[in-house]
Each structure stands twice: as structure tokens, then as C-alpha cells.
């Protein structure tokens, strides 16, 4: 018993817990969602139905069922259950509840460990369960929204079996809200509430997937509506005033951050205008740095676009630029501008292909050193050593072209830069052939004077 008594919740009390909480699936069939796991005869419904359960990670976006499902499976199990929390516990608890866990195993009963946001947990804390888990003293359940690849030790995960969770569609949260509002135990239906399905559904789309933020919504619209004549009314400019601004699911260290600019880069390597505005404004409302989203686009220029268009480069700089000065709402027009600019222009990887191709010679040749007429001679001793020798200006030439080597021995001929039919790189290719046919009349040249040269001479 407590200081205060009379303060002390009753277990079954209902007033204080929110409706998300209230209103938690007890069974399989009450879950809502999540389909290509639980529907009969798949295999995780499958598993649980037979109480023959196995360390398992649930990976999945918040609201989309995980703890719910834990609990479930809570409640179905013969095995002891326990629920912690990575945000609340550290190394001693695990320790406690390992050994605890041990005494149970040698009594012939299953302890079943629920981790919330295992991913909270470092290397030396997910160490500690590998023993547990390889004697089989514990079935590992743990939960986690961010991706198991990064977050979970290799030996953890390789010891589970990861199920992805998705994010529920707006039709299932608006079932689950259809469900409070009818639910008279655990939901709102005492309340004779008064609210049509448009504004569920607009409830259910702002929510994104959670279902947390559903019923949050819903009873915050509840709570602030004065009944009349036995009704509480939740009308369009009352849900207007509750929704006030979407809270967007995202991390900036996390893997959303990067599934977020790996679909803004593709829809403009892609062409695609309406798909690239898309993307880019969903990662700055989100909060993303714009400096970050600035820096791609200055990238994507050079990756993806190249000399197929020249002046994509200094338009992603001019608007990185205008970040800098004007910061953001504003800035974010500047980006936009540079991103539909280069979704539209004419593409080109030819540019990105010419340097991975001359990094991969780098790596597999000899690197030689520069060829002594492609030196300059500032010092007497340079000039004596051969420094310049052989050297053709350019500009003096007829052609404005030489046939002079400027690779090394060992590479001479390779071609790196390939241009593409797309955008200037057409004229560039022309161009580039040119060149080419101005070098072999010049070697040409250069030969049939080497052959008059060895004539004289004899």
C-alpha cells in the first residue's frame, strides 16, 4: 500500500488510460492489420496458435501493432512473460532478469522476454542476451521501428527471425475508430458521438499509418466539444482545430532519412517532375537540414546529368546559395526550382561512368609516372634531365590539335568519357570525334615528317 491510498488506481479503472491504450486488440481476431502475418494459416499466426513461439524481432513504424501484438501473444503463451523496456532499463535489470530467467529454465518453464525499442540498447547490452537465448533460457521478443541491419548485433539477429510490420492503410484505422466509437466497456460508445465517416477518414489519413494518433485525435476532439441535447457533435471546423499541423514520420540519423532522399534522387534521375516536388517537400517539412537536400542536388547534377546539360551544376549551387542567404521557409522554393530543373533536363551518367572508370584503373595499374614531355622544366637541371621534351603547344598548331600521348604508356588509348546522344553531350560527341579525326591527321603528318626526316639522313 501506498502514502496515499485513496489515490491509488483500481486495476481495472479506465478513466486515466488513454483510449489507445483502452482499446488494444486482446485477441488475434480483434487485431487489425498486418494481414501477411496473421491472417489464418500464415506462418506467425501459425506459430503462435501453437504456443510454439521463437526469438523473433517485430520491425515496423510506431502505431502499427507491435507492443499490441507482444501483449497478445502475452496473453496466449503457458510461457512467464516479461515486459521491458529498453528506455527504462539498463545492464543491471538485464543481468536480474536473465538469471531469473535461468532459474526458471532449470524448473522446466519458458520465460518469454518482451524488449520495447531494443534498438535503444547498445552492443554490450544486446550481448547479454546471446547466452540466454542460445541455452534457450529465454525467447527473445523484441520491437523496434528502426531497421534490424543497423540497429541489432549480427549474432542477435542472426539467432531471430525478423517479421516486418507495416503501416496500417486509412481504412483500418478508420475501422479501428469506427470500433471506439461503437465500443461501450472499453471505448466511446456511452458517449453518443456524433461524428461522419468523411472525418474519420480524414482522421484516419492525417494519423499516416498509427494508430496511436488516430485515437488521440478523436479523443482530443471529444474532450473538447460541449455536448448538446445528449450529442457531442465533432464538426469540420472542430477537427480543423485539433488536426493543426501533421507530424511527419522521420529521423534524420535513421533509415527514413535515407529511403526519403533515395526516392527524391530516383524520381529525378527519372525524369519525374511531379514525383521529385514531391519527395523534396516531404523530406524539408519533415525538418530535414535543407543544406543536406542542397548538397544531393549539387550532386545529381554531376552524377546524373553531367555535360548533357552544363548548366544544371551552377543552378544547384545558385540555390544552395540561396539557402544560405534567405534560410528556410523561403529557401525551399530555391530547392524546389533546382529539382524540378533537374528532373527535367536531358540525363547523362556519362560523366559518373568516365571517373568510376578512371578510380577502377587506379586501383588495378601501376600508377606510372607523368611522361617527361608532359613536365614542366622551371630549373636548369629539370631541362637537362629531359623535363618538356617533346612538348606540342597547341595553339601553334594548324589543327589546334596534337597527336601527342597524354596518358601514360601503359593506357594509351583508353577512353573514358563516352558522351551520350542526350542534351549538349550530342554536340560534345561530335565534337569529341572531331578531335580525334584532327589527331590522326596530325599523326599523320607527324609520321610521313619522321619518314622524310630518316631519308635525308641516309
Not at 204 to 226: H, K, M, S
Request: net charge neutral; glycine share 6%; hydrophobic share 40%.
Amino acid at each position: 500500500m501506498g502514502l496515499f491510498p485513496n489515490l491509488e488506481p483500481k486495476e481495472d479503472s479506465t478513466v486515466s488510460r488513454p483510449l489507445a491504450d483502452r482499446m488494444r486488440p486482446q485477441t488475434l481476431d480483434e487485431f487489425v492489420g498486418q494481414q501477411h502475418l496473421l491472417a489464418p494459416g500464415k506462418p506467425l499466426r501459425t506459430q503462435l496458435e501453437r504456443d510454439e513461439l521463437s526469438s523473433m524481432i517485430l520491425w515496423g513504424p510506431p502505431g502499427c501493432g507491435k507492443t499490441t501484438l507482444a501483449r497478445i501473444i502475452a496473453n496466449r503463451t503457458r510461457s512467464y512473460f516479461v515486459n521491458f523496456s529498453a528506455v527504462l532499463s539498463g545492464i543491471k535489470e538485464i543481468k536480474a532478469v536473465m538469471e531469473e530467467a535461468a532459474r526458471a529454465h532449470r524448473l522446466g518453464r519458458r520465460t518469454v522476454l518482451f524488449v520495447d525499442e531494443i534498438h535503444r540498447f547498445n552492443k554490450s547490452q544486446q550481448d547479454a542476451f546471446l547466452p540466454r537465448v542460445e541455452k534457450g533460457d529465454i525467447i527473445l521478443i523484441g520491437a523496434t521501428t528502426e531497421n534490424p541491419s543497423f540497429e541489432i548485433i549480427s549474432a542477435l539477429l542472426s539467432r531471430s527471425r525478423v517479421y516486418r510490420l507495416v503501416p496500417l492503410t486509412a481504412e483500418e484505422v478508420q475501422a479501428l475508430l469506427q470500433r471506439a466509437l461503437q465500443d461501450k466497456e472499453h471505448g466511446l460508445g456511452n458517449l453518443n458521438v456524433e461524428i461522419d465517416e468523411s472525418l474519420l477518414h480524414q482522421i484516419a489519413t492525417f494519423a499516416g499509418g498509427d494508430a496511436r494518433i488516430a485515437y488521440n485525435v478523436l479523443e482530443t476532439a471529444i474532450q473538447g466539444t460541449q455536448p448538446a441535447e445528449g450529442k457531442i457533435r465533432i464538426t469540420p471546423a472542430l477537427l480543423e482545430a485539433t488536426l493543426q499541423s501533421k507530424t511527419f514520420l522521420y529521423d534524420k540519423a535513421g533509415e527514413e532519412h535515407f529511403n526519403l532522399i533515395s526516392a527524391l534522387h530516383k524520381s529525378v534521375r527519372n525524369s519525374n517532375a511531379d514525383a521529385t516536388v514531391y519527395w523534396l517537400a516531404r523530406m524539408l517539412e519533415a525538418g530535414e537540414d535543407p543544406l543536406y537536400v542542397a548538397r544531393r542536388l549539387v550532386r545529381m547534377a554531376s552524377e546524373d546529368i553531367g555535360l548533357a546539360d552544363p548548366q544544371a551544376l551552377p543552378l544547384t549551387v545558385a540555390a544552395m546559395q540561396a539557402v544560405h542567404f534567405v534560410g528556410m521557409p523561403e529557401g525551399a522554393l530555391a530547392l524546389a526550382e533546382a529539382a524540378i530543373y533537374l528532373a527535367l533536363a536531358p540525363k547523362s551518367n556519362s560523366l559518373y561512368v568516365a571517373y568510376g572508370s578512371a578510380q577502377q584503373d587506379l586501383e588495378n595499374t601501376v600508377n606510372e609516372p607523368v611522361p617527361l614531355h608532359l613536365r614542366n622544366a622551371p630549373t636548369p637541371l629539370m631541362k637537362a634531365e629531359g623535363y618538356g621534351i617533346g612538348y606540342e603547344y597547341a595553339h601553334n598548331l594548324e589543327e589546334k590539335v596534337s597527336a601527342m600521348p597524354c596518358l601514360p604508356p601503359g593506357l594509351e588509348g583508353r577512353r573514358y568519357y563516352n558522351p551520350s546522344g542526350e542534351g549538349l553531350e550530342q554536340q560534345f560527341r561530335k565534337r569529341l570525334e572531331e578531335i580525334r579525326e584532327r589527331k590522326r591527321r596530325a599523326a599523320e603528318i607527324l609520321g610521313k615528317g619522321r619518314a622524310d626526316s630518316s631519308l635525308r639522313s641516309e
